[in-house]
């Protein structure tokens, strides 16, 4: 694939290992990051030394924390910040011409359900609502088992990008597709985000058993397993109730897969 423009909304642990890895297949890549001590190591010493200290990063990789300025003119905007800022964080660059007209493809890495005064709802959902409607089905979430430290390292890694347009969910594919990195296409919209929502859930009370169990004649590795299995259950449970379509979601990288990642 030839080198694209991209920028990164969110200067992160997660945010900074995936351009890492988006550098090593020789992308450009601008990261908007809050924190000006974060733009200053990025910039400076190519290191995030608040959140991924200690790796050295790609010269391919700048920073700035002019939002609208790393939004501007690129072939791809991932957005990776927290799901709690999301829809304030959305409605800084809605207006930047390139999204305007929906000429930039838009991907989505937060985790999580995003509050509302309607209640909680999907990432991709509060993104294209916020958005001009070229956007409506057409934005791409990407989710998987993928510690950040790892990603960036490019130790071997499987994601899932996720849209109802699959000419968008192709084309982040093949962007994502650098040493390290394995990805997959899937139409299952909802449930990718509901995996990766739900399953820190999960991910809390089985580090709380995990403690338990090291002073305890109740529970052990048995007891761990039970509570995967019995998790996975529920996040099935609730993406069938919410819409997910494909039972394969739950049971591949993006359910057990970055379930069990999370857990460990």
Known sequence: MNSKSVAIIGGGAWGTGVAQALARGNHKVEIWALEEDVVS??????????FLPGLKLSENISCSSDIVKVATNKDFLIIASPSLYLASTISKIKDVPNIVDGSTVIVALTKGFVPSDQGPKLV?????NNLSPFYKDCTVYVAGPSHAEEVAMGKLTGLVAASYNPRNAIRVRELLTVPGLIVFSSFDVVGVQICAAAKNVIAVVYGALDA???NSDSF???TESLLLAAGLNEIQTLG?????????????ISGVGDLDVTCK
Request: proline letters at 0%.
């Open 124 to 128: 991709l959902e509060t993104i294209e």
């Open 240 to 252: 069938f109730a919410m819409g997910a379509s494909h039972a394969e979601t739950f049971t591949s």
């Open 220 to 222: 052990g590795d048995n």
């Open 41 to 50: 190591s990025i910039n400076n010493e190519h290191e995030n030394k608040k």
């Open 212 to 214: 338990i169990t090291e």
